[in-house]
């Protein structure tokens, strides 16, 4: 599987250079052009263990399944397009109460978008709607999304917000990412000094909690670096909304939809929020987002939120016959998810305590972070290493993301084989293997 650089992936990534404004790529030539199940193929024929899941959109097998896309297939030949938000439609009706009927009890009414920052955006605006409140409260290391209210909440990296302020009223504190406290405390013994911090500082000297709509969490940091809390941080910042009259926001956009284990991230941690936001994985590789508000909430005047493409019949088509596998495969999906993540856990495990730059391995499910450092002592950031190792695994046939600092995302869809899996961690291996010699050396 080892990757050959052609004359025509040069010649795409050139003309790439030419026409269109910078994203969010890295150095790796990857140009995907097939994809089925485990694997994906470029224009040129390499083929690749996809360890990456194009974002975790694929979240059941690369280019969904058969019945997404002959969903697809067969709505595009009647209607792509109904303008669900001006008139009226009966698929996306259809898929609402699907939807809806995978939330726990309460939960009644969505809006649906295009994206996860879209979604984002129309729970900023449905949170101070319903509590007549103009601040919101997020985290370091968050990541909501690139339109200015969702970037707002985001506080990953300075490229993402440098230029663009200024941001909407927003409050930040520290997540309970463990591996580095920012209280220099060790868990379980600290005590959760992370959701105290919350009570007596940002809501104690800089925001009134009582000017305070929602909280927006990610149940698991996504871009920020795959950071999973402790429950009590959780259940923490459940009790706090709940105290001050504040909703609670999921960020479910990238741990949602069985990523985890569970169809909604946050259920792992036996905290139900008030407001959830999905997309990626909804529509199985088509764009689509989802706001989902607690029925209590009520509704919003006609005219206050709305868009053209939500709801977008194409689009709902691949979510409901998704949505209709997951149901139906729902125990195994689950037990999936929880078996091949410890396996890829285990095995992680062993390569953490054998190789001196990685520093930590973490993840719930199929949501698996693990952190690279110059040494474990000082727990230096390794991104130069981190890049190395994508870059070597890549040309070795497997693909894989990088998140935070310096960390590496394993999210292959959680269909993978177990042999494939075994595979593709054999590849890492090897890289880790080969960076962590050549840094000794350096």
Do not use: W
Not at 177 to 190: A, I, N, S, V
């Amino acid at each position: 599987m080892g990757f050959k650089l052609t004359r025509k992936i040069k010649s795409i990534i050139e003309r790439d250079s030419k026409v269109i404004l910078t994203t969010t790529r890295g150095e790796i030539p990857f140009i995907p052009a097939k994809g089925s199940g485990d694997f994906v193929y470029d224009v040129s024929g390499n083929r690749f263990l996809d360890f990456s899941s194009f974002i975790s959109v694929y979240n059941f097998g690369n280019n969904s399944i058969p019945e997404v896309r002959a969903a697809i297939s067969s709505q595009i030949q009647d209607l792509m397009h109904s303008a669900f938000t001006d008139f009226y439609a009966e698929q996306p009706v259809a898929f609402a109460e699907n939807l809806i009927s995978m939330f726990p009890k309460g939960f009644g009414k969505v809006f649906f978008s295009n994206s996860g920052t879209e979604a984002n955006e129309a729970a900023i605006k449905y949170s101070k709607i319903f509590t007549k409140r103009q601040y919101l409260l997020a985290f370091y290391n968050s990541f909501h999304g690139r339109t200015l209210g969702s970037l707002s909440m985001t506080a990953s990296k300075l490229a993402q917000r440098e230029h663009f302020g200024p941001f909407n009223q927003v409050v930040h504190a520290p997540y309970a990412y463990c591996y580095r406290c920012p209280f220099g405390k060790e868990y379980p013994t600290c005590g959760m000094a992370c959701v105290d911090y919350i009570k007596k500082q940002p809501l104690g000297k800089e925001t009134s909690p009582r000017e305070v709509a929602a909280i927006f969490v990610e149940p698991v940091q996504g871009e920020g670096g795959y950071i999973v809390p402790p429950k009590e941080f959780i259940q923490g910042i459940r009790e706090i909304a709940s105290d001050n009259g504040m909703l609670l926001v999921s960020d479910e956009v990238q741990s949602g939809y069985m990523r985890t284990g569970r169809f909604l991230a946050m259920d792992n941690f036996k905290v139900t929020a008030d407001i959830y936001t999905m997309a990626k994985a909804i529509a199985g590789g088509l764009p689509m987002g989802a706001t989902v508000v607690r029925k209590s909430l009520g509704d919003v005047p006609e005219g206050a939120h709305s868009n053209t493409f939500g709801g977008n019949l194409a689009s709902v088509a691949a979510a409901n016959a998704l949505l209709k596998y997951v149901k139906r495969h729902m125990a195994s999906l689950q037990s999936q998810a929880r078996r091949k993540g410890r396996l890829a856990m285990s095995r992680l495990e062993e390569m953490k305590e054998k190789y001196e730059i990685l520093g930590d391995v973490r993840g719930i499910g199929m949501m698996i972070g693990i952190e690279f450092v110059k040494d474990k002592k000082t727990k230096q950031p390794a991104e130069k290493e981190r890049d190395a190792i994508i870059s070597y695994s890549f040309n070795n046939g497997l693909v894989m993301l990088p998140c935070g600092e310096s960390s590496i995302r394993i999210i292959p869809p959680i269909t993978i084989s177990e042999k494939h899996l075994s595979e593709g961690l054999d590849i890492l291996e090897a890289s880790i293997r080969s960076v962590n010699a050549s840094s000794k050396k350096a």
